[in-house]
């Protein structure tokens, strides 16, 4: 259930709510709004009890939630939500660009991909240090080393970097060094590292599994947000279909979809979407008209050479112009690029 607080109640009639909340034996999740306030109840027992709730001084409803993603949900938050990463804001008219390589290969590599991203329009650095790969022989990522890379591209270029955590135990390293915690499409149901991820203070870039529903989405951005962590953007990256002349078939339906149902901002991934670079530019401008909040967008110095899907990389020249053909766009539908 939630609980939605008069316009005006005091910290105190909050504090009391919340106190009452945790008497009963259930979680709370506060969502502080410029105009509401709105306490999501989670647990289980008897919604007789939510009387309890509606009598308290400040209460203005208490609703019952009866669709399963219930802090991902409009339910628990009309409005949209933006994640703030310093002056970096994904969601609500800002529409935001991660690029980079696949792979972090060398120090040389990554710092020369931030600068050009940076120059070609990026904000945010994107970089695997933990590489998921099908064949346990084919590179694995430069792990801890990889990690310091990033920090030190930030360091030189002012971008906020994102990285994949494939693994409970090595949550808390890649938080120490990237601003933004990526969970891979393989592990969208890993719920061990979803409830881990829940409690950290980094955002968390949730990727979409290659089969999962628009429910099974949602509900695992649910299990972060039920850790504590409610700065969840999700990533659209392609889904399985009959398709063969591409690596994934992009599903642009998932973003009206997701805006109907939830309030968590959503980026679209072109790159492993199709799997070949010639697509990524025609894909990127769909996401951007149909209403995405973002881009994660592979950008590699030199692809034909790259340890890691060197086939859907831009090059730099091909980065820089596909972000110049989405600014007429972005003024079309109101968004800042």
Same mark, same amino acid.
């Given at each position: 259930?939630i609980?939605?607080?008069?316009?005006?109640a005091s910290?105190?009639m909050v =504090?009391?709510?919340l106190?009452?909340?945790?008497?009963l034996?259930?979680?709370a999740? $506060?969502?502080?709004?410029?105009?509401?306030? +709105?306490?999501?109840?989670?647990?289980?027992?008897k919604?007789?009890? =939510?009387?309890?709730?509606a009598i308290l001084p400040?209460?203005? %409803?208490?609703?019952?939630?009866t669709?399963?993603y219930?802090?991902?949900g409009?339910q628990?938050?009309? /409005?949209?939500?933006v +994640?703030e990463?310093d002056?970096?804001?994904?969601g609500?008219?800002?529409f935001?660009?991660?690029?980079?390589?696949?792979a972090i290969?060398?120090k040389? !590599? $990554?710092?020369?991909?931030? !600068?050009q991203?940076? %120059?070609?329009g990026a904000? +945010?650095?994107?970089?695997?240090?933990?590489?998921?790969? *099908?064949?346990? @022989?084919?590179?694995q /990522?430069?792990?801890?080393?990889g990690?310091k890379?990033l920090a030190e591209?930030r360091?030189?270029t /002012?971008? =906020?970097v994102v990285t994949e955590?494939?693994? #409970?135990? %090595?949550?808390g390293?890649?938080?120490? @060094?990237?601003d933004?915690?990526?969970?891979?499409?393989?592990n969208? !149901?890993?719920?061990?590292?979803l409830?881990?991820?829940? !409690?950290t203070n980094?955002?968390?870039?949730?990727?979409?599994?290659?089969?999962?529903? @628009?429910?099974?989405f949602?509900?695992?951005?649910?299990?972060?947000?039920a850790?504590?962590?409610? %700065?969840?953007i999700?990533?659209?990256?392609?889904?399985?279909?009959f398709v063969?002349?591409t690596?994934?078939?992009?599903? $642009? *339906?998932v973003?009206?979809v997701?805006?109907?149902?939830s309030?968590l901002?959503i980026?679209?991934?072109?790159s492993?979407? #199709?799997g070949k670079?010639k @697509?990524?530019?025609?894909?990127?401008?769909?996401?951007l008209?149909v209403g995405?909040?973002?881009?994660? +967008?592979?950008?590699h110095?030199?692809? #034909?050479n790259?340890?890691?899907? /060197?086939?859907?990389?831009?090059?730099?020249?091909?980065f820089?112009?596909?972000?110049?053909q989405m600014k007429?766009?972005?003024e079309?539908?109101?968004r800042s690029?």
């Amino acid at each position: 259930m939630i609980v939605v607080m008069e316009n005006g109640a005091s910290k105190d009639m909050v =504090k009391r709510v919340l106190g009452r909340i945790e008497e009963l034996g259930f979680e709370a999740h $506060l969502s502080e709004g410029e105009v509401k306030t +709105i306490i999501g109840v989670i647990g289980e027992g008897k919604m007789e009890l =939510k009387d309890s709730f509606a009598i308290l001084p400040g209460v203005e %409803d208490v609703v019952e939630i009866t669709k399963p993603y219930k802090l991902s949900g409009k339910q628990f938050k009309s /409005g949209r939500s933006v +994640i703030e990463i310093d002056d970096v804001k994904v969601g609500g008219d800002n529409f935001t660009i991660m690029a980079g390589p696949c792979a972090i290969e060398s120090k040389e !590599q $990554l710092l020369q991909a931030a !600068q050009q991203v940076k %120059d070609g329009g990026a904000q +945010i650095l994107r970089g695997g240090a933990f590489k998921p790969r *099908t064949s346990p @022989y084919s590179f694995q /990522g430069l792990e801890k080393n990889g990690l310091k890379m990033l920090a030190e591209a930030r360091e030189e270029t /002012g971008l =906020k970097v994102v990285t994949e955590v494939m693994d #409970t135990r %090595d949550v808390g390293l890649v938080a120490e @060094y990237a601003d933004i915690l990526q969970v891979g499409a393989r592990n969208m !149901q890993n719920y061990p590292l979803l409830r881990e991820v829940g !409690q950290t203070n980094r955002p968390v870039l949730l990727k979409r599994a290659m089969t999962a529903t @628009y429910k099974e989405f949602l509900m695992a951005a649910e299990y972060i947000m039920a850790g504590g962590n409610h %700065d969840v953007i999700l990533c659209e990256r392609g889904i399985r279909t009959f398709v063969d002349q591409t690596r994934n078939t992009v599903d $642009l *339906t998932v973003v009206p979809v997701i805006r109907e149902l939830s309030h968590l901002p959503i980026i679209i991934d072109p790159s492993h979407g #199709t799997g070949k670079w010639k @697509y990524v530019t025609p894909l990127a401008k769909a996401a951007l008209a149909v209403g995405a909040d973002g881009l994660m +967008i592979e950008v590699h110095p030199d692809p #034909t050479n790259a340890l890691c899907d /060197g086939p859907q990389s831009l090059r730099p020249d091909k980065f820089k112009s596909l972000v110049e053909q989405m600014k007429p766009i972005a003024e079309a539908v109101n968004r800042s690029l």
